[in-house]
Nanobody, 123 residues
Framework: QGQLMESGGGSVQAGGSLRVSCTYS????????MGWFRQAPRKEREGVAT???????TYADSVKGRFTISRDNTKKTLNLQMNNLKPEDTAMYYC?????????????????WGQGTQVTISS
């Protein structure tokens, strides 16, 4: 399967914005559900947002109204625009390519993952 690579993480103060991106190496993922997940130290991984091949999006309640997920299949890119960031958004952010029937913000039964990019929000 194709590879996924995240970029764009960093450190900002609370209230700031960051954009993380994920590039993938195969057009096969253009038909997949793509998603962003995050894991903070000593916490379980949680779903942040997903976007289906038809553009349908789903967000975790904690990020609704602040984060926007988008995809550009021609560029094989997945983005997450994060605004009004909070210290609790601090985590390693991972992108995932998931066959449509497994698309969820919950536990991913089958997916392909990037290596992650760190996002740190200071208060």
């Amino acid at each position: 399967q194709g590879q996924l690579m995240e970029s764009g993480g960093g450190s900002v103060q609370a209230g700031g914005s960051l954009r993380v991106s994920c590039t993938y190496s195969t057009y096969t993922y253009s038909t997949y559900c793509m998603g962003w997940f995050r894991q903070a130290p000593r916490k379980e991984r949680e779903g942040v947002a997903t976007i289906r091949a038809d553009g349908t999006t789903t967000y975790a309640d904690s990020v609704k109204g602040r984060f926007t997920i988008s995809r550009d299949n021609t560029k094989k890119t997945l983005n997450l625009q994060m605004n009004n960031l909070k210290p609790e958004d601090t985590a390693m952010y991972y992108c995932a390519a998931v066959p449509a029937k497994y698309c969820t913000l919950g536990d991913i039964l089958l997916g392909y993952w990037g290596q992650g990019t760190q996002v740190t929000i200071s208060s």
